[in-house]
């Protein structure tokens, strides 16, 4: 089994690393996707939007097939989504994969690789707009968002939410267990000022105590 | 302002990238430390305990005086706490610092550099009673611990609540809800398999709903 992370200039940080946390733990504790690879255009450094660099594990024509690929946001997804380059490999390999997964913004490379066109999907609440706004996509406002293969979250640190989600749908609801346990993912459920309830807050944040 | 963040082979992942996702939203929107800097040893990648490869910004003999340093945790951390280099640039750099953090089991490297002796602290779940064990740390099963400057956090992603109680401490609750809201942390409640009321589990998962 071979699980991609997709890895481009100015990613958001925690959309690739809360995902990739769960992934491995998975993978290493509870016999998930044995190979989880980060994978690039270019064999260099990726500098991520906050400036953590990362080095990738694979590139574009040196990746296997994979069986699951996710796709992290961020501010480089506005220039990603015109890199033919990028969007080729995402379609390319879609038509592999049994699932394809997005954090935050990622949702609008998955969009331009053609996968999210009739389908329903979120992303981060500031971006909801622009996506409402491709015309092809029903937008739910819920912290993640699952149509068929294709599975979409919410900003950021909703892709910690999503990944979990994911292994419980696949390896069952004893192995994501187990991973939250492991990773001691049992959040504050504190709020900072209140702005779950803000105008421009998505439903979900609003229904949430 | 200068927030250093401590990077070694087999640190855990999500321990670093979570603080640093939300220290790195502060100083970016919010006015928070300009310098956010992973320093290591040495100026070669650092491969994490999950795979994930980084390049240090800055090694321990160029690092300038640090005002904040936060120390992730990870299977590394039982070489590191041997490491006379890395002990005794953390005890050093206390010398200057207004506060320091760690994440999981970071806090043994807290404690070698002789930072826990006679205070109050956490760390994962399943390392409380080697905690116990060093003899002279009060060891209190919550989420986030602070005692004066120190601040220790349970396991892995509870160093996203320990980096943003620790913005509202510095620099306020309307501080810290920006950074909430902008990395999108109303995190889901949802427990699989209902772990945390598991034996091992500590005091504060098994108080909270």
Redesign the interface.
Known sequence: MNFGFLIFPDL???DL??P??II??WS?FAQGPEN?L?ISEKSE?VVCN??????P?VIFSECPPLDYLLVPGGQGTRQEVDNEVLIRFVAGQAQYCRALLSV?TGAFILHRAGLLSGLRATT??ASLDRLRDLGDVTVVEE?IVRDGRIWTS?????G??LA??FV?DVAG??T?????????????????????K?EK?PQ??KE?D
């Open positions: 958001e940080e925690l690393v809360g990739w946390e491995r733990y290493r989880c980060m450094p906050k400036g953590m660099s990362i080095n594990q935050c981060h609440w912290r919410a900003g950021v640190s909703a910690i939410d979990l989600a419980a609801e004893e994501a267990g187990r991973i939250q346990f492991g990773t001691e993912y049992y959040p504050s459920h504190r709020s900072y000022g209140g702005l779950q803000h807050a979900y944040m949430q």
